[in-house]
Nanobody
Framework: QVQLVESGGGLVQSGGSLRLSCAAS????????MGWYRQAPGKQRELVAA???????NYVDSVKGRSTISRDNAKNTVFLQMNSLRPEDTAIYYC????????????WGQGIQGTVSS
């Protein structure tokens, strides 16, 4: 059974930081690209940041320079460090895992709320 369990969300003030974690189980973590998506009220889900199995990263423009995605293959965990947070970063954040070798194997976490107050 595949599980992606997010943690680290919460309420922070504008300018603050959040460090999100996603612990994966039931998958061969090292062959999965991992991503963080978010969905704000009334908006579509968008990719925030992703990291390939080889460690290549990409970010949505709105978080570039403020966020860092990283992974620990020994702990089957992916992290998203977000700094200089803004109210517009408020959203439910979802962890995503996508197998880079076998198409169609994609999994989602249940989501975690991140709220930035002005």
């Amino acid at each position: 059974q595949v599980q992606l369990v997010e943690s680290g969300g919460g309420l922070v003030q504008s300018g603050g930081s959040l460090r999100l974690s996603c612990a994966a189980s039931g998958i061969f973590f090292s062959v999965y690209a991992m991503g963080w998506y978010r969905q704000a009220p009334g908006k579509q889900r968008e990719l925030v940041a992703a990291i390939s199995s080889g460690g290549s990263t990409n970010y949505v423009d709105s978080v570039k320079g403020r966020s860092t995605i990283s992974r620990d293959n020994a702990k089957n965990t992916v992290f998203l460090q977000m700094n200089s947070l803004r109210p517009e970063d408020t959203a439910i954040y979802y962890c995503n895992a996508e197998n880079e070798r076998v198409g169609g194997r994609r999994y989602w976490g249940q989501g975690i709320q991140g709220t930035v107050s002005s």
